[in-house]
C-alpha cells in the first residue's frame, strides 16, 4: 500500500483527500516510480475539476490520483522498456493516466514520457521540469523555431515556464527581454542571465520592447494572456512569431503581418534529449518556490492563486 492524494469525483479543493491506496502495477510499456517530488501545476485545478477528462474524451476511473509532473526513482520496469533500468532518477509527463499521477508515493507511468534526470539537477528540482520544461522547449524551438541571433520577448519570464523559457532562449543563442512579475521576479530573472528585464505589471512593455529591438522583435513567447500579450504583440516585426500555450488565459488575439500559433507541451523521447543535453550545457536553475508535505496537496493547490516565482511542489520524504 501506499500514501497518495485523490479524488472520488471531479469538484473543488475540498474532494482531495489524503488516503492509502494499492500501489500500481506496471505494463510492458510502463516504469514503476518511487515519487520523490510532485509539481504542483497552475493546471492542476483544472484536472480535479474534470477540465482535461472533458477535452480529452477520456472515461475517468475513481479514486483518480492527482498530479502530471514529478521526478524519483525507479523501481520497476516492464517487459518492453529498454532505456531506463531500476535505480535511474527520472522525471516525466503523467497526465490523466488511469494508473495515477504523481501526487502518490509510487506512480506506474509509460516510459516514453519519462526521461533521466539531467545530471546537472537534484531529483527534487526536477520534479517541477518535466510539464514547463518541455513546453518551454516546444515553444521555442518546434512552435517559433527560434534561431541564434534572433530577439525574444518572454512574457511571464519568471513563471513556471518562464524561468526555464529564458535560460534555454540563452542557451539556443537568442537575444531575450524577459518580462517578469514583481520586483522579486526582476532580481530573480537578471540573474538567469536574460539580456534585459522589466517588470510587466508595472513597466511599458511596448516602449520597452522597441528599445531592445528597434526594428521589432523576431518573436515572442507568451506564458500569460491580456494586454500585456498584445502589446508583446504589437512590438513583434512584420512576419514576426508568438506562441502560447493552450490553457493561458485572455490568449492573445490573431493579427495580420504577425503569425501567432497556440500548442501543447507534448513530451516524446527527442523532446526529452534535446531539453536534457540544453540543460547539461552549464549552470542551470529550477527554482521552487515552497515546497509542501502530500498530506498538505490542497494547502499547495490553494498557494496557486499567489504571487511566487517558479513553481510549487510536493515533497514526499
Ligand atoms: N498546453 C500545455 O501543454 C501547457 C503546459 C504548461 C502550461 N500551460 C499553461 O501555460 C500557462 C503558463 O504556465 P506556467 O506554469 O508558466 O504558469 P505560471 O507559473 O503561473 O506563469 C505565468 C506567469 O506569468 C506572470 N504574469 C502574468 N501577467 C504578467 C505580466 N503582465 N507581466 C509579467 N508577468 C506576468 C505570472 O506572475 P503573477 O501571477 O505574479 O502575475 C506568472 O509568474 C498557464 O496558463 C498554463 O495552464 C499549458
Redesign the pocket.
Given at each position: 500500500m501506499m500514501r497518495a492524494v485523490a479524488i472520488d469525483e471531479f469538484g473543488g479543493i475540498e474532494k482531495m483527500k489524503p488516503r492509502q491506496m494499492p500501489v500500481p502495477e506496471v505494463d510492458p510499456d510502463e516504469i514503476l516510480v518511487r515519487v520523490d517530488t510532485a509539481g504542483v501545476?497552475?493546471?492542476d485545478p483544472?484536472e480535479r475539476e474534470g477540465g482535461f477528462a472533458k477535452e480529452f474524451g477520456v472515461e475517468s476511473t475513481f479514486p483518480h490520483v492527482l498530479g502530471a509532473d514529478g521526478a524519483g526513482t525507479v523501481e520497476e520496469v516492464g517487459d518492453k522498456v529498454r532505456d531506463l533500468k531500476r535505480g535511474d532518477r527520472v522525471y516525466g509527463i503523467n497526465l490523466m493516466n488511469p494508473k495515477g499521477g504523481f501526487y502518490a508515493e509510487y506512480t506506474a507511468m509509460k516510459a516514453d514520457n519519462a526521461a533521466k534526470v539531467p545530471r546537472a539537477l537534484s531529483t527534487r528540482d526536477a520534479g517541477v521540469l518535466a510539464?514547463?520544461g518541455i513546453?518551454a522547449l516546444n515553444g521555442l524551438d518546434k512552435t517559433l523555431q527560434l534561431k541564434a541571433g534572433e530577439s525574444i520577448l518572454i512574457?511571464?519570464?519568471?513563471?513556471?515556464?518562464?524561468h526555464l523559457a529564458v535560460q534555454l532562449a540563452k542557451r539556443m543563442k537568442a537575444r531575450v527581454l524577459a518580462?517578469?512579475?514583481?520586483q522579486d521576479?526582476v532580481e530573480f530573472v537578471k540573474s538567469l542571465g536574460a539580456d534585459k528585464v522589466i517588470?510587466?505589471?508595472r513597466e511599458d512593455?511596448l516602449k520597452a520592447a522597441r528599445e531592445f529591438a528597434p526594428e521589432g522583435l523576431d518573436a515572442a513567447l507568451l506564458?500569460?494572456g491580456?494586454?500585456?500579450a498584445e502589446q508583446a504583440i504589437e512590438a513583434l516585426r512584420k512576419g514576426g512569431r508568438a506562441a502560447?500555450?493552450?490553457?493561458?488565459?485572455d490568449p492573445p488575439k490573431p493579427r495580420e503581418g504577425v503569425k501567432v500559433t497556440s500548442?501543447?507541451?507534448?513530451p516524446d523521447p527527442q523532446t526529452f534529449a534535446k531539453l536534457n543535453e540544453l540543460i547539461d550545457g552549464g549552470p542551470f536553475q529550477v527554482h521552487i518556490a515552497q515546497t509542501f508535505k502530500l498530506e498538505d496537496a490542497a494547502q499547495a493547490q490553494r498557494a496557486l492563486e499567489n504571487?511566487?516565482?517558479?513553481?510549487l511542489a510536493l515533497v514526499l520524504n
Open positions: 501545476g497552475v493546471w483544472f510539464v514547463d513546453t512574457l511571464g519570464a519568471s513563471g513556471g515556464i518562464g518580462v517578469a512579475s514583481g521576479g517588470d510587466g505589471h512593455i506564458t500569460a491580456g494586454n500585456a502560447y500555450p493552450n490553457g493561458v488565459e500548442y501543447n507541451g507534448e504571487h511566487y516565482l517558479g513553481k
